[in-house]
Structures are given as structure tokens and as C-alpha cells.
């Protein structure tokens, strides 16, 4: 089909649909309301239950969506199909001046590419991570989007040699850390001075409980290996006599149930607002994750952190020492965890200093 040439308005339009790309992008849509620039948020509606949605607009104040393209659940094809259809449908009623995305979903990929096809650029923030793994979802994703992108936002230097290897060319690529640095520094505080405190609620002590989030497609929709991870966290409870606190995300309450599987040992809890989570991972002893946030998040708090994958896209966490990876093995999962405990927790965060949504917002204000 042809596609007429537009005329571009003025507005920025920021997709998002997940909750990671709300609490990622918020830093941003801060700093575009301190520079006054246009913009609206289009959301896809990957993420609609309240616990992964609304409640982040809420806690972060942040602007309503202008469009919710409520599109929900379904496999891979059908999911970024329908936001493909939809998202551009706004794009060409609205002419947005230049499209930001955030991260590795498929609401990133489906803004990503439809843009593109309008010639509309796109900005893409966290550009340049690589697990080398293209059975993940999210590596297809990341990849695609990096090669389709007009800005490529890297978080680190390693994420900008990463692209340059790749062959993009160097003056599409702005190092400028990643936004949940903001984000953290932006609500830490606020959430250390909220006085109904989680982990005082859920009857915890400070430093005295293991903190879990496990929610991957490799991880959780095969048997074998969430049952393998389950077994290794129900071990960790025992042998080291710490409460594992598990903030389930609703896949995998979803496969738990449907494979039948059960975790005596874990206090597995309804997920939480970000600040609620910012608590349980501040004061934790140790996280394990197969979250890509929830590993930046540990480093930069300074909580060791186990890693429950084979591989990571952030191998900095690795390179100073706040993370390990374990994979699905129970006896890894035993062993690391011991490993971890004892580490020094004195590392430098290597995601940068809080102002990635500034350096974002003032390169594309500029362009
Ligand atoms: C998606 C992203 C993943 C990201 C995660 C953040 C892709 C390919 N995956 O995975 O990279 O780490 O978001 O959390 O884009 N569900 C609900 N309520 C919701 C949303 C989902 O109950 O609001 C349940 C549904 O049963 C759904 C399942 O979770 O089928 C999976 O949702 P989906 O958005 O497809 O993938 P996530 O696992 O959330
Ligand atoms: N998070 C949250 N509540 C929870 C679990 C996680 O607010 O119960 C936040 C966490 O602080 C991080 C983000 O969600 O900023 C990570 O999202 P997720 O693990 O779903 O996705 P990923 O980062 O793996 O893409």
C-alpha cells in the first residue's frame, strides 16, 4: 500500500505499553514537561491490569495517555500485529514529529516500525543492548528497533560499541546512561519516606529477607525450568533461614497454576507499585531476578544480585560485581546465593547519574 508523505507536526509521541517502559520513560516525560515541549503518551494496552499499569501513572503522576490502544494479550504475531494496525492509525492522524520508545517489548517494536514506514524518526532509549540470545522475544525486538531507530539512546559505552559493531554509524548513537537511574533517584526518597512501608507491612525486617521476580517467557512458560528455579528458591529458604518474598507478575501466576507447580517455602505476594517495590529491593539482603529492571535496579541500590538466565544484555552488572548469573539450576541457585552474600557491596553503578532523561529530552529538542 502507498503511503502519502506527511507533513510532520510538532508533538512527540512516546509509546509505551509495559511496565517497565512506563516507570523507563516517566524520567522523560518529566523532562519534556520542564522544557515545555509538546508531547503525548500513546499506549498499546500490552500491560492493562492495574497492578502492571495504571498504578505507575498514578505514583509517578504522569499524563494520561492520550490513545490506550487496548490491545492486550496474545501470541507474539498477533499481539504486535494488532498495535502495528492501531498504532499507525494515531500516527497518521496525529503526524507526530518524532517517535520515542523505550526498551525490548513488542509495544516497542510495533511503535518502532510503524513509524518508520511513515518516515516519521523514531528515538530509541536503552539502544544497544545484546543477550546474543534470538530464542528471546526481547533480543528480536531490541535488534530490529536499534536498526530501525534515527537516535539510538545507548545506556553505556559498551552498548555504543555494541551498535558501532553492528554498523551504526556513530552520529545516530548518544551515551547518555539509562533512565531508571533517574527513576530511582527520583523516588528512592520518596518512597524511604512513605510511612506505611511494605516491608513493614508484610512483617519483614530489613536486610533479613531474600527478594524474588521471575517472569520471562523461557523462564516460566517451560515446566522443567520454572520448576527447576522454584526448587532452587525453596532451597535458599531453608538452608540460609530467610523469608524469599516473590512479587508474582500474572504470567506466571498463570503458568504456576496451569503446571501445577507449588512453593511452600515462598511468600509469594500480588505484584507492587514501584515505590512499594523500591523498598522491598532497597532493604533486601540479596535479589534474585530474571528481570532486565530489577538487575539494573539491584546494582544501582547496591543489593547483590543473582541472575536466574543463562546469559544477561547487562554484562556491566556482572563487570563490577553486583551480579552473577545462576540459569535454572537448583545447585547454582544454592551456591550463588552463598557466593553473594558474602560479596562487598562497594561497587560503582555503571548505568550513569540520573540525568539520561535531560540528555534525552535536549538531543531531540535540538535536532
Ligand atoms: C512483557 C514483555 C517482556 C517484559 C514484560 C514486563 C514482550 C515480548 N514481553 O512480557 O519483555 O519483560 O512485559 O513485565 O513484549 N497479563 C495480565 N495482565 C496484564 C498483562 C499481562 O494478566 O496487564 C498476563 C496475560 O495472561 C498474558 C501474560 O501475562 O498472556 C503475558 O503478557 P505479555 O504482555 O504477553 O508478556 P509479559 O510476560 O508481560
Ligand atoms: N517492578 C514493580 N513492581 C513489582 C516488580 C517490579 O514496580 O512488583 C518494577 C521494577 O522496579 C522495575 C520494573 O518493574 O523497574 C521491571 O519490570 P519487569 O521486571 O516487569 O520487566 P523487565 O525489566 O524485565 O523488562
Known sequence: MEMKQQTLGTDIAIVLGTRPEIIKMSPVIRAL??????????????HYSYDLDRVFFEELELPCARYNLEVGSGSHGEQTGRMLIAVEEVFAKEHPALVLVEGDTN????????????????????????????????????????????????????ARRILL???????????????IVDAVFQNLEIARSDAASDVTALGLEPKEYFLVTLHRQENVDSRSRFAAILEGLDRIATQFGLPVVYP????????????????????IIEPLSFLGFLQLESNARLILTDSGGVQEESCILGVPCITLRDNTERPETLEVGANILAGAQPDRIVTGTGLMLQRRNDWTN??????????????VIEA
Request: aromatic share 6%; charged share 25%.
Open 33 to 46: 514537561e520542564r522544557a515545555g515541549a509538546p508531547f503525548f503518551v500513546l499506549h498499546t494496552g500490552q
Open 165 to 179: 559493531g553492528e554498523g551504526v554509524p556513530d552520529e545516530k548513537i548518544y551515551v547518555t546512561g539509562n533512565t
Open 350 to 363: 555503571p548505568f550513569g547519574d540520573g540525568t539520561a532523561g535531560e540528555k534525552i529530552v535536549k538531543t
Open 248 to 267: 508474582i507478575h500474572p504470567r506466571s501466576r498463570k503458568m504456576m497454576m496451569q503446571f501445577d507447580l507449588r512453593a511452600t517455602n515462598l511468600r
Open 107 to 158: 509495544s516497542v517494536l510495533a511503535g518502532a516500525l510503524a513509524a518508520t514506514k511513515l518516515h516519521i524518526n523514531v528515538g530509541h532509549v536503552e539502544a544497544g543492548l545484546r543477550s546474543y540470545d534470538r530464542q528471546m522475544p526481547e533480543e528480536i525486538n531490541r535488534v530490529l528497533t536499534d536498526h530501525c531507530s534515527d537516535y539510538l539512546f545507548a545506556p553505556t559505552e559498551n
